[in-house]
């Protein structure tokens, strides 16, 4: 098997751009999924198709058998199971590395400006250059989860119908050339069957992972817009109280101390009006005495 050293570094950055969950699918990826591929599994199918015996002395006979039984090995259905789970994470990755570039140009530009009035601010990094999933950067990632779920389940049960979840110690075949129905034995079928469970259990638990990780960032999402909608609407000079449509569409976006000040002569302005109309009716009632 190739070396996954390529892989593994491009995996290693997406590290600092997921959540929580992220890191430990991460972590089940390289410990429980490509260390064991490469360490032990290899290993263990080294021998699969030269030590596969069948009754017979016709040439190619054991090979065309293995070929039926065997579409694919086991060791490369499970290196492309391992590609193609990755894959989705690599374009998010690529996604973020692009949101950084950006917004560290724009740091620069406002670094250069003064006046940064018409300049956007970052968005989805800090300072430090530590990304926060929201927006575009959000649906991308989950984007990339739901891929993820997909081609989990479609290569379970990919397996399940290739091979099945246990390796049988022999099988009966009967492919051209074999002269008859011949029984073919396999190599150490009770090790390679723990293998496949182990594998097997491996791919579900970075499924259920990928799961929870999608409810957590939509749970946290809701919880978050919840919050904003809580927020009370107080008046200070920081917040300043809104006015009328008529005083509001006169105002526009001009500074929020003026839009105090003309909430303050609106009202005295009422105040005004009323004690004017008071007074006339005094003046009115007096007149009619």
């Known amino acids: 098997m190739g070396d996954w050293g390529f892989l593994s570094s491009l995996l290693d950055k997406v590290q600092s751009h997921s959540t929580v969950i992220g890191k430990i699918w991460m972590s089940v990826l390289f410990i429980f999924r490509i260390l064991v591929l490469g360490a032990g599994a290899e290993s263990v199918w080294g021998d699969e198709q030269s030590n596969l015996v069948c009754n017979t002395l016709q040439p190619g006979c054991e090979n065309v058998c293995y070929d ?7 060791i490369r259905f499970w290196v492309m199971q391992i590609i193609f789970v990755s894959t989705p994470t690599l374009v998010y990755l690529g996604h973020a590395f692009l949101v950084i570039h950006k917004e560290n140009k724009l740091r620069e530009k406002i670094k250069r ?23 575009n950067l ?36 009967s492919k051209k050339p074999c002269p008859y129905t011949v029984e073919c034995f396999m190599s150490r079928p009770t090790e390679k069957t723990i293998f496949i469970i182990f594998m097997l259990v491996v791919a579900c638990v970075s499924l259920l992972l990928n799961v929870i990780e999608v409810f957590y960032l939509v749970c946290t999402r809701v919880r978050c817009r919840s919050g904003k909608r809580r927020v009370p609407n107080t008046t200070s000079a920081e917040n300043p109280a809104t006015l009328s449509s008529p005083w509001q569409t006169r105002l526009g976006a001009e500074d929020p101390l003026k839009q105090n000040k003309l909430n303050m002569q609106y009202e005295s302005g ?4 009323v004690s004017l109309d008071s007074a006339k009716e005094d003046k009115q009632l007096l007149q009619d005495h």
């Open 113 to 135: 400006q003064r006046d940064n009035k018409m300049l956007k601010m970052p968005k989805y990094t800090d300072d430090k250059g530590h990304v926060r999933i929201r927006g």
């Open 138 to 173: 959000l649906g991308s990632y989950l984007t990339q989860l739901f891929f993820k779920i997909i081609l989990e389940l479609a290569f379970i049960v990919g397996q399940y119908y290739l091979y099945g979840f246990v390796m049988i110690p022999e099988f009966a075949c």
């Open 68 to 74: 039926w039984k065997f579409p694919i090995s086991h």
């Open 270 to 273: 009422q105040s005004i009006s």
